[in-house]
């Protein structure tokens, strides 16, 4: 689904001084610029018409338009923040909201997309493009959750999993270590068992030959 977008230029009412004259002035040279598709030029009037007149809200919604199109969205939104606390139309009103949920929405943030949507309804509740744009943020950020709830869901299956596996291999090392040692201890005992037998033998030997040399000595000196 495509973002409906409203970028709609405000024009200039009559002067009513000679100051707003000029800031006047350079709003309807950018919006010249601004049809002429020539936005960077479009800008730097724009931002005469804020300097001359920081106050007028059609110059900081017009500058704003100008920054959107060159894709200076941060930018664009803190213009467009300062014509809706300046702006006293309602419709105007609704039309800086909207372009800020406009561009919150192209950067999938659906939460102040939906907030900027709802306070340009409660301006012109009779605008169905902010209509349709609120609708499909409310979709798209419910579906945004339930995507990382069930990621979620699945990365805790695989945790579990994870810690299952571990678990086994651990159970199973430590199985192969106490097959390991019965082993170990099965043929320690063996082999000392051997060396007591060996020396058992040979302790045997030494007394027999001892016996054999102490009776040898005592029938040599039998008299």
Known sequence: ??????IVLFVCLNALTAAAQSDRQYIRNGNRL?????????????RKAVAANGENAQALYNLGCALMMQQKDSMA???YEKAGRLETSAVRKSKVY????????????YGEAIKAYEESLRNNPSDDETRYNLALCKKLLKN?????????????KDKGKDKNN?????????NNKDDNKK???????EQLLN?????EKATQQRIKKAMQKSGARKFDKNW
Do not use: P, W
């Open 166 to 174: 571990k678990d086994q291999k651990d159970q199973k090392q430590q």
């Open 144 to 156: 945004d959750k339930n995507k990382k709830g069930g990621g979620g869901d699945s990365k805790d």
């Open 1 to 6: 689904m495509m973002v409906r977008y409203l």
């Open 183 to 189: 082993q170990m201890s099965k043929d320690n005992a």
């Open 77 to 79: 939104v803190e213009q």
């Open 195 to 199: 060396a007591a037998m060996q020396e």
């Open 34 to 46: 601004f049809r002429q598709q020539n936005y960077a030029k479009a800008e730097t009037e724009y």
């Open 98 to 109: 909207h372009n800020i949920g406009v561009v919150c929405q192209n950067h999938k943030m």
